[in-house]
């Protein structure tokens, strides 16, 4: 090892042998081991060691001080050491404050040890585990330089240290980077990418350009604006705080407060939910991006065997047409795109509805199969696998979206498009409707209450800034959307333009946009196939990285409560493939003949009242009952800081009242359950408030159990369940509960 230069006091071996029979012999009941030797109870030595050979020829120079001595040093214990054949012999030296007041103390009796009584080391150093490189070797001739530090027991410290570099705090008890054996990832840029990519989705592409055009077009950033920043950013930061500093997933993180343990699993179960029905759109890409694959697209006209009576080919004159029926633009089932998806893609017409599903498709369960596929790949080798991954889906959509503006703007009708998109309407903020849109596109784009931010962050070092993450995250989330519009109507208004309809027949939201309307768009272009197939590629990019967040929570949840219940067999490669074969055999439900109506159910029921409701519960048991002070001296301890005013309100009060009023407003106002003209018998509308419901129970299921279950008085009982696990022995005990006092309930 090396040596603490000028510290420590030098003397020959061999010139201060200790003749006892004690000293020259091991002692068999020292009770020394590897990593362990003789120490006092109050506190331990850690020792570092240098043998330095001296020049036979001349004396052994001074040793002079350092100047940065008592700066640096001042904790260490001066210890003088002799080698013999056996062992080493140290002994306490005085300081050197003491030594240049009285230097007699330096003075050697017969036999006697400088300094003070002597103390037995093994060879061993106590701290660093030094091995017995010494044992039984003449040292004759040898000089040994020790230098002892002072070591604290292992307690916990209450004091605090201050460090000025950029006027952050950080505790000295603050915890290692890793510290339980947990993965991290392999660089921030990882976890960075890995949340852009599940909050930037399909609903990016898909939803926010049409909603902004209809509610009011550039005024509709308004309520959008503030629907962000007062209500989903901070719900999306205290998710990232909550997984990063607990390094537990969205069930067994709910240590912090047993009670509401249910809304982990509630999260659990929506993620796992959404994966049914998410996954087939990506597959639905797939399927599209091979059809594109060739000379002339499959929806260009009504030759194919698919194609109808009805099918209105408007690149042909009217006479031309097989039908008398007027244009009504894209969004009619009569153009040549909206037949290719309909018939030939989802092959609705050999289904009558919900009760008459039929068999899967096997083209569509192929696709759908390959998309599993990659994210088992993606997954299964945890964050290290998932992090590289990301690097591609999660930039390859701007590329694409960039080349499709560039080539969209240079259309006729795309500054059209572009105006209808943009042009503000203030009279439109009046709509109670505007407002609601916007509180629940923010929230479902941010993606808070899923567990997916949770459990990617859980993760993170312990002082990764998810301060920045969470900002970084936010702004690109937002001109994402913002971004894709432009793109969509560029497309759209050169649709209008070319088929003489208005902007209000052609701009629609979901998979007829991008499965309807946005084909039969590129397919007047010339090179039609290249820009389809780009476009569609783009969908599969922003689609995976999301399937990866959803299932990612799944995993990283129930995983990590399997092994807090003793499964500690239970490697990730094989459950992994257990959750993906499970959702994939459900999945395949919605690539048969009638599975576009058990899809439209599961995306109404799925993660819709269910998902509000897990994100409302998460932050009033994180800022009621954990406590705000308590997740304040959190943050401060893994960042350097505290929050400010602004997210302690927010969460506390602002971020659960706006929640409150996104469902009250969604169950007063429900839309009758239908696609297209078909309407759902009232059995389907049963099934889907029971799945909703399924998850939601599991919060007050679960909270029962806890009471019933943990020992004690009642008293005791909901103090445990209401107070972090730690606390839970000493609750027991008859200490004071903080939570049961009005400080903790008022603290903001």
Not at 168 to 177: F, G, I, V
Not at 478 to 494: D, Q
Not at 683 to 707: D, N
């Amino acid at each position: 090892m090396a040596a603490m230069p000028g510290q420590g006091n030098s003397v020959s071996a061999g010139e201060m042998k200790n003749t006892t029979p004690a000293a020259s012999n091991r002692s068999s009941s020292s009770g020394s081991r590897r990593g362990s030797s003789p120490r006092n109870e109050d506190q331990q030595e850690t020792c570092d060691a240098t043998i330095h050979k001296p020049d036979s020829t001349s004396p052994l120079p001074p040793r002079p001080r350092p100047v940065s001595y008592d700066r640096d040093h001042s904790e260490k214990v001066n210890t003088i050491a002799s080698l013999t054949g056996a062992g080493v012999l140290t002994h306490t030296a005085p300081s050197y404050e003491e030594q240049r007041a009285s230097p007699a103390l330096l003075s050697r009796g017969a036999g006697g040890t400088p300094g003070g009584r002597s103390a037995r080391d093994d060879g061993y150093c106590s701290a660093s585990s030094t091995p017995r490189a010494l044992d039984h070797k003449p040292t004759k001739g040898s000089v040994v330089t020790l230098s002892c530090y002072k070591k604290e027991p292992k307690v916990q410290i209450e004091e605090e240290y201050f460090y000025t570099e950029g006027s952050k705090r950080l505790r000295a008890n603050s915890k290692p980077e890793t510290s339980d054996g947990r993965e991290t990832w392999g660089t921030g840029a990882d976890f960075l990418l890995s949340i852009i990519g599940f909050a930037v989705d399909l609903a990016n592409v898909w939803r926010f350009p049409y909603l902004c055009y209809r509610n009011g077009g550039g005024a509709f950033l308004i309520p959008y604006t503030l629907m962000l920043v007062f209500g989903a950013v901070p719900l999306f930061y205290m998710e990232l705080i909550l997984g990063q500093y607990n390094r537990q997933g969205p069930i067994t993180l709910w240590k912090i407060c047993p009670l509401f343990k249910g809304v982990g699993f509630c999260a659990v179960m929506v993620a796992f939910y959404v994966s049914f029905y998410y996954n087939v759109i990506i597959g639905w890409a797939f399927y599209f991006l091979m059809s594109s694959a060739r000379s002339e697209l499959p929806w260009v006209h009504c030759d194919n065997s698919w194609n109808t009576e009805q099918c209105w080919d408007s690149a042909r004159l009217n006479g031309t047409n097989r039908t008398d029926v007027k244009y009504q633009g894209p969004l009619s089932h009569f153009t040549p795109a909206s037949e290719f998806f309909h018939r030939a893609v989802l092959e609705m017409q050999h289904s009558e509805g919900l009760n008459d599903l039929g068999l899967p498709k096997w083209q569509l369960a192929a696709c759908l199969g390959l998309v599993y596929v990659t994210l088992y790949l993606s997954l299964f080798k945890g964050v290290k696998s998932s992090g590289k991954v990301v690097w591609m889906t999660a930039t390859m959509p701007y590329v694409v979206l960039s080349i499709l503006l560039a080539r969209g703007l240079l259309l006729p009708g795309a500054t059209r498009g572009i105006a209808y998109y943009l042009q503000p309407e203030l009279t439109r903020l009046k709509d109670t409707q505007v407002w609601v849109d916007a509180a629940v596109q923010i929230f479902y784009s941010v993606g808070a209450g899923f567990g997916v931010h949770l459990s990617y962050a859980s993760y993170n070092t312990f002082h990764n800034n998810c301060y920045r993450d969470c900002l970084v995250t936010t702004l690109v989330n937002c001109f994402t959307s913002f971004f894709s519009g432009f793109v969509i109507f560029t497309y759209l208004g050169f649709m209008s333009y070319k088929q003489g309809v208005p902007i209000s027949s052609v701009a629609t939201e979901g998979p007829g946009l991008v499965f309807q309307v946005y084909p039969e768009a590129v397919a007047t272009l010339p090179g039609a196939s290249l820009w389809a197939m780009l476009f569609f590629f783009m969908l599969i990019m922003l689609g995976l990285d999301s399937g990866m967040g959803g299932l990612e929570c799944v995993i990283t949840g129930l995983l990590d409560q399997a092994r807090a219940s003793g499964a500690h067999w239970l490697r990730r490669e094989h459950f992994t493939l257990l959750v993906v074969c499970v959702s994939f055999c459900i999945a395949c439900i919605n690539v048969t003949p009638g599975g576009i109506y058990m899809f439209h159910l599961l995306d109404t029921y799925a993660a819709g009242i269910s998902l509000l409701c897990s994100a409302l519960f998460e932050a009033v048991a994180v800022s009621w009952f954990y406590g705000l002070k308590r997740f304040s001296d959190d943050v401060e301890e893994m960042l350097g800081f505290r929050p400010g005013i602004y997210w302690r309100i927010c969460w506390k009060f602002v971020s659960p009242i706006f929640i409150i009023g996104v469902v009250v407003f969604g169950l007063l106002y429900q839309q009758p359950l239908q696609y297209q003209q078909y309407t759902y018998p009232q059995w389907a509308v049963v099934l889907g408030w029971g799945l909703a419901c399924s998850s939601i129970l599991m919060i007050p299921i679960v909270a029962i159990y806890k009471l019933a279950t943990t020992p004690g008085t009642f008293r005791q009982r909901l103090a445990c369940c209401i107070s972090p696990e730690s606390e839970h022995e000493a609750i027991r005990g008859g200490a004071p509960v903080s939570r049961f006092t009005w400080r903790h309930w008022l603290y903001v």
